[in-house]
């Protein structure tokens, strides 16, 4: 599995952008696409994960109720949409995925990564 995130830039708090990560390579059917980021001097986090079969979501605390994962089948194209955004959410963001049925946070079960695409948050 191949994954391209795109997307990233600069946004003033309280704005959005919209993340997208092109998977190929396999199909995705039975996969859990993830979201993640890494700010500077902090470790790699989880922020929301979609299941492809049945679109079930999971979020982080930090971003529920903000952050909206999604996927489009037809062009194996997952979607972070971030709105209000705030300093915090400065980050490299990663797209991730996964095969399996068992929904997991952990960066560690994670066996394909995009490159990242960077998301900063001014005031």
């Known amino acids: 599995v191949q994954l391209q995130a795109s997307g990233g830039g600069l946004v003033q708090a309280g704005g959005s952008l919209r993340l997208s990560c092109a998977a190929s390579?396999?199909?995705?059917?039975?996969?859990?696409m993830g979201w993640f980021r890494q700010a500077p001097g902090k470790e790699r986090e989880f922020v929301a994960a979609i299941r492809w079969s049945n679109s079930n979501t999971y979020y982080s605390e930090s971003v529920k109720g903000r952050f909206t994962i999604s996927r489009d089948n037809a062009k194996t194209t997952g979607y972070l949409q971030m709105n209000n955004l705030k300093l915090e959410d400065t980050a490299i963001y990663y797209c991730a995925a996964r095969s399996g049925t068992v929904y997991t946070s952990s960066r560690n079960l994670y066996n394909y990564w995009g490159q990242g695409t960077l998301v900063t948050v001014s005031s």
């Open positions: 390579g396999r199909t995705f059917s039975s996969y859990y």
